[in-house]
């Protein structure tokens, strides 16, 4: 069984972060220090870093969070970013999309301890919950795939003119490059890299913001779409 790193303090940024729900955040770090590293869902070097990197650095992506919209994080992990989005955000309503039953059930666990309402854990793969979940406004996502296949997996779990926001590092303009002609053939109009957490963390968190217009996914996924919902319509008459 590996040995959990000790954790070290919260930063005095992360009571700025977190406001009133702070408590339920060292309850996080805690949780993740301890059964997330004895169940292999974070590396143990990571614990001492755990507010800078993780828990702070998802945290600050709500800036660019509209109000009040429907969110999946698609593969969450150990629930980086949705987690600690779900803590600031209580307007939100979060979707918390995992294929592994580990992780699911860590997620589900974290959520109930948390006392997070507004958040639902879902065990599956993003293409394969399509029809099955609502379309959202936004799908997040963190350090789960390059931009090109990761637009794949969450834009068509999109809502028209919804959008896209991925934590990414200092290759976030590059991808976008590559990323150019996948992202076209989904439907996306819009690209941007966004630098949040000023004064909060260091170095800022990057955000790839992808925008979609009024097909979420482009063509193929448009037929997929409506063959999802003739199905929910015919088993809803039965």
Same mark, same amino acid.
């Given at each position: 069984?590996?040995?959990?790193?000790?954790?070290?303090?919260?930063?005095?940024?992360?009571?700025?972060?977190?406001?009133?729900?702070?408590?339920?955040?060292?309850?996080?770090?805690?949780?993740?220090?301890?059964?997330?590293?004895?169940?292999?869902?974070?590396?143990?070097?990571?614990?001492?870093?755990?507010?800078?990197?993780?828990?702070?650095?998802?945290?600050?992506?709500?800036?660019?969070?509209?109000?009040?919209?429907?969110?999946?994080?698609?593969?969450?992990?150990?629930?980086?970013?949705?987690?600690?989005?779900?803590?600031?955000?209580?307007?939100?309503?979060?979707?918390?999309?995992?294929?592994?039953?580990?992780?699911?059930?860590?997620?589900?666990?974290?959520?109930?301890?948390?006392?997070?309402?507004?958040?639902?854990?879902?065990?599956?793969?993003?293409?394969?919950?399509?029809?099955?979940?609502?379309?959202?406004?936004?799908?997040?996502?963190?350090?789960?795939?390059?931009?090109?296949?990761?637009?794949?997996?969450?834009?068509?779990?999109?809502?028209?003119?919804?959008?896209?926001?991925?934590?990414?590092?200092?290759?976030?303009?590059? *991808?976008?490059?590559?990323?150019?002609?996948?992202?076209?053939?989904?439907?996306?109009?819009?690209?941007?890299?966004?630098?949040?957490? *000023?004064?909060?963390?260091?170095?800022?968190?990057?955000?790839?913001?992808?925008?979609?217009?009024?097909?979420?996914?482009?063509?193929?996924?448009?037929?997929?779409?409506?063959?999802?919902?003739?199905?929910?319509?015919?088993?809803?008459?039965?």
């Amino acid at each position: 069984m590996t040995e959990a790193a000790e954790l070290p303090p919260a930063p005095e940024q992360a009571r700025a972060v977190f406001g009133e729900f702070f408590p339920e955040a060292v309850r996080y770090a805690e949780l993740l220090a301890d059964a997330g590293v004895k169940r292999g869902l974070i590396g143990p070097r990571e614990v001492p870093r755990l507010w800078e990197r993780h828990l702070l650095n998802c945290a600050v992506l709500s800036e660019v969070v509209p109000q009040g919209v429907t969110v999946c994080d698609v593969g969450s992990g150990a629930g980086l970013p949705g987690i600690p989005l779900a803590l600031v955000r209580r307007d939100l309503k979060i979707t918390l999309l995992e294929p592994l039953l580990r992780r699911t059930t860590f997620l589900q666990e974290a959520v109930e301890l948390l006392g997070l309402d507004h958040v639902t854990v879902m065990r599956g793969r993003a293409e394969e919950v399509l029809g099955k979940l609502q379309p959202v406004h936004v799908v997040t996502a963190r350090a789960v795939a390059p931009l090109d296949r990761l637009a794949g997996w969450g834009v068509p779990l999109l809502r028209p003119y919804g959008e896209m926001l991925a934590l990414k590092g200092d290759t976030a303009d590059e *991808e976008l490059v590559s990323a150019k002609t996948a992202l076209a053939k989904l439907g996306v109009v819009k690209t941007s890299v966004l630098q949040v957490g *000023e004064g909060l963390v260091d170095p800022l968190t990057t955000v790839v913001r992808v925008e979609v217009g009024e097909s979420p996914g482009g063509v193929r996924f448009a037929a997929k779409r409506a063959k999802a919902a003739r199905v929910g319509r015919t088993r809803r008459r039965r």
